[in-house]
């Protein structure tokens, strides 16, 4: 156990920073500000949490905390970081205050107290977001991962049907409806779950759930109770019709961290719960989890290719991209695992980038329609320019963050599933259609009329951009920085499945 909270202090941090930005008499600027201070605070102290993590320890869990919760149903608060959860929770921290700098307009300004109180709202709603986003990843105890999971869509809820845009509620509901749905169907999971195992006080613990002796058709059972409520968050088809809706009509920033980040639940849960708790299941739901991964990847792509909105675009690439992590978590091989765990991490700044600068343009222009656009390389040269970055980083452009990823996962993927990598490699292809399209749709062309007065880059929106920038460089280049990490935990999820996790080349090389 680390005699320094690490994980509790983080969390709390931008969740006593909701509070004062909500309760505290004060301008709605200052209001701004301190929220943004909070979140820096938090991305500090888990900088300075992650410096204690050491990737060469073999236990799974690491910045231990463990505290008896409610006893007489064998739930703790116990937290704890491996590899995997460490670097999407320092994913979380980033995100935060670039999409609250980035939002610092988002909630138009009203007249008497009542904007003061409706931008006051929003931002405390995006900093308890990220004390649940903090807690959902470091959960070691079952039932408080659950917690977590669930409490996560209140503030989403209310970011979306309050701050949304015209079709907020719609979109606001459809997205609660499946993620309870989801919940609910895990709840019955996790109850069953735990009475499958030794009971106790600390029952929920997942060492205390992991390798027990399940009869098959009951082990079968509980992976679809959790997988169910995993293909809903992450989303896979055909669970993935409220991310759309609801991503569209998000603002910018609650669109980032729910794509960004909150949908990594999904493809997070399927590592720590299903493959180490149900390691047996997993392997019986391959060909199936397998089929809907390699549809996600060739659907989203598709429907991508044929949007106008740029949000809803972006909203369709992500769920292609959420079936290549899924076909690499499901390959059973180090080089996908560890491709698809780099993936998330790479995806989560790739979305930010496409949402965050997307809502730049749409800013200026007053419209989310492609068709709207045309020749604004001339009127924004920079805002175009790293547009085209953020674009070519979702195609997965050799050299930025995201190549390494989906490399890494297509070459882990094929000595297990090479029908599925074949066919899933062309994704990448119509990547590169819907990316390319959408940029010469918006951005080539002669100079639009009327558009005199529209500026280029502010210096605001020049710091949201900068650090998303670099992570692509840095990542794409240097992806050891996080593989070093990431490798032991993907090492340890693959022994629970007892299955051939010997490193092929491209894997072995980005540990050395």
């Given at each position: 156990?680390?005699?320094?909270?690490?994980?509790?202090?983080?969390?709390?941090?931008?969740?006593?920073?909701?509070?004062?930005v909500?309760?505290?008499?004060?301008?709605?600027?200052?209001?701004?500000?301190?929220a943004?201070?909070f979140?820096?605070?938090?991305?500090?102290?888990?900088?300075?949490a992650?410096?204690?993590?050491?990737p060469?320890?073999?236990?799974?869990?690491?910045?231990?905390?463990?505290?008896?919760?409610?006893?007489?149903?064998?739930?703790?608060?116990?937290?704890?970081?491996?590899?995997?959860?460490?670097?999407?929770?320092?994913m979380?921290?980033?995100?935060?205050?670039?999409?609250?700098?980035?939002?610092?307009?988002?909630?138009?300004?009203?007249?008497?107290?009542?904007?003061?109180?409706?931008?006051?709202?929003?931002?405390?709603?995006?900093?308890?977001?990220?004390?649940?986003?903090?807690?959902?990843?470091?959960?070691?105890d079952?039932?408080?991962?659950?917690?977590?999971?669930?409490?996560?869509?209140?503030?989403?809820?209310f970011?979306?049907?309050?701050?949304?845009?015209?079709?907020?509620?719609?979109?606001?509901?459809?997205?609660l409806?499946?993620?309870?749905?989801?919940?609910?169907?895990m709840?019955?999971?996790?109850?069953?779950?735990?009475?499958?195992?030794?009971?106790?006080?600390?029952?929920?613990?997942?060492?205390?759930?992991?390798?027990?002796?399940?009869?098959?058709?009951?082990?079968?059972?509980?992976?679809?109770?959790?997988?169910?409520?995993?293909?809903?968050?992450?989303?896979?088809?055909?669970?993935?019709?409220?991310?759309?809706?609801?991503?569209?009509?998000?603002?910018?920033?609650?669109?980032?961290?729910?794509?960004?980040?909150?949908?990594?639940?999904?493809?997070?849960?399927?590592?720590?719960?299903?493959?180490?708790?149900?390691?047996?299941?997993?392997?019986w739901?391959?060909?199936?989890?397998?089929?809907?991964?390699?549809?996600?990847?060739?659907?989203?792509?598709?429907?991508?290719?044929?949007?106008?909105?740029?949000?809803?675009?972006?909203?369709?690439?992500?769920?292609?991209?959420?079936?290549?992590?899924?076909?690499?978590?499901?390959?059973?091989?180090?080089?996908?695992?560890?491709?698809?765990?780099?993936?998330?991490?790479?995806?989560?700044?790739?979305?930010?980038?496409?949402?965050?600068?997307?809502?730049?343009?749409?800013?200026?222009?007053?419209?989310?329609?492609?068709?709207?656009?045309?020749?604004?390389?001339?009127?924004?040269?920079?805002?175009?320019?790293?547009?085209l970055?953020?674009?070519?980083?979702?195609?997965?452009?050799?050299?930025?963050?995201?190549?390494?990823s989906?490399?890494?996962?297509l070459?882990?993927?094929?000595?297990?599933?090479p029908?599925?990598?074949?066919?899933?490699?062309?994704?990448?292809?119509?990547?590169?259609?819907?990316?390319?399209?959408?940029?010469?749709?918006?951005?080539?062309?002669?100079?639009?009329?009327?558009?005199?007065?529209?500026?280029?880059?502010?210096?605001?929106?020049?710091?949201?951009?900068?650090?998303?920038?670099?992570?692509?460089?840095?990542?794409?280049?240097?992806?050891?920085?996080?593989?070093?990490?990431?490798?032991?935990?993907?090492?340890?999820?693959?022994?629970?499945?007892?299955?051939?996790?010997?490193?092929?080349?491209?894997?072995?090389?980005?540990?050395?």
């Open positions: 156990m680390s005699t320094v909270p690490w994980l509790t202090i983080t969390g709390l941090i931008p969740l006593v920073g909701a509070l004062v909500a309760f505290v008499p004060g301008t709605v600027e200052n209001a701004k500000r301190l943004l201070g979140s820096v605070l938090a991305l500090v102290v888990g900088i300075v992650a410096t204690q993590y050491d060469s320890s073999t236990k799974q869990f690491q910045l231990g905390e463990q505290v008896s919760w409610i006893p007489q149903f064998g739930v703790s608060y116990s937290l704890g970081v491996d590899g995997l959860a460490l670097v999407l929770i320092l979380s921290l980033v995100l935060t205050p670039v999409c609250l700098l980035a939002a610092w307009h988002d909630v138009p300004e009203e007249a008497g107290p009542q904007g003061g109180r409706r931008t006051k709202a929003y931002f405390a709603l995006l900093l308890v977001l990220e004390t649940f986003m903090v807690g959902v990843f470091a959960a070691t079952v039932f408080l991962f659950y917690v977590f999971f669930e409490a996560m869509l209140i503030p989403v809820y970011l979306i049907g309050r701050f949304g845009g015209p079709r907020r509620q719609y979109a606001a509901m459809k997205f409806l499946f993620s309870l749905a989801g919940g609910l169907i709840l019955v999971a996790v109850i069953a779950l735990y009475l499958q195992g030794p009971g106790g006080t600390d029952g929920f613990l997942i060492e205390k759930l992991t390798g027990l002796s399940i009869d098959p058709t009951t082990e079968r059972l509980l992976f679809v109770g959790f997988f169910l409520a995993f293909a809903v968050k992450a989303p896979m088809v055909p669970f993935h019709t409220w991310l759309p809706d609801a991503a569209t009509e998000s603002t910018p920033a609650t669109a980032t961290l729910l794509v960004g980040v909150l949908d990594k639940v999904g493809t997070f849960g399927m590592i720590r719960f299903c493959l180490q708790l149900f390691p047996e299941a997993s392997k739901a391959t060909p199936v989890v397998i089929a809907l991964a390699v549809i996600s990847v060739l659907y989203g792509a598709l429907l991508a290719i044929g949007q106008t909105d740029m949000m809803r675009l972006i909203s369709f690439t992500s769920i292609s991209h959420f079936g290549f992590i899924v076909l690499g978590i499901f390959a059973f091989t180090s080089t996908g695992g560890a491709g698809s765990s780099l993936y998330m991490l790479n995806h989560g700044f790739s979305t930010a980038a496409l949402f965050l600068f997307a809502a730049m343009l749409v800013h200026r222009r007053g419209s989310k329609r492609i068709p709207d656009f045309g020749g604004w390389q001339r009127v924004t040269p920079g805002l175009a320019g790293i547009f970055v953020a674009g070519l980083s979702g195609l997965a452009l050799p050299g930025l963050s995201s190549f390494i989906e490399f890494l996962v070459v882990g993927s094929f000595p297990t599933q029908v599925a990598a074949v066919v899933g490699a062309t994704g990448s292809i119509l990547a590169a259609l819907y990316i390319l399209l959408m940029y010469k749709r918006m951005m080539t062309g002669p100079k639009p009329d009327g558009l005199a007065g529209v500026r280029d880059l502010s210096l605001r929106e020049k710091v949201v951009a900068a650090p998303i920038l670099a992570t692509f460089l840095v990542l794409g280049f240097f992806p050891n920085i996080a593989l070093h990490v990431i490798n032991p935990a993907v090492d340890k999820s693959l022994s629970y499945v007892h299955t051939d996790s010997a490193v092929t080349p491209a894997a072995e090389g980005s540990t050395k």
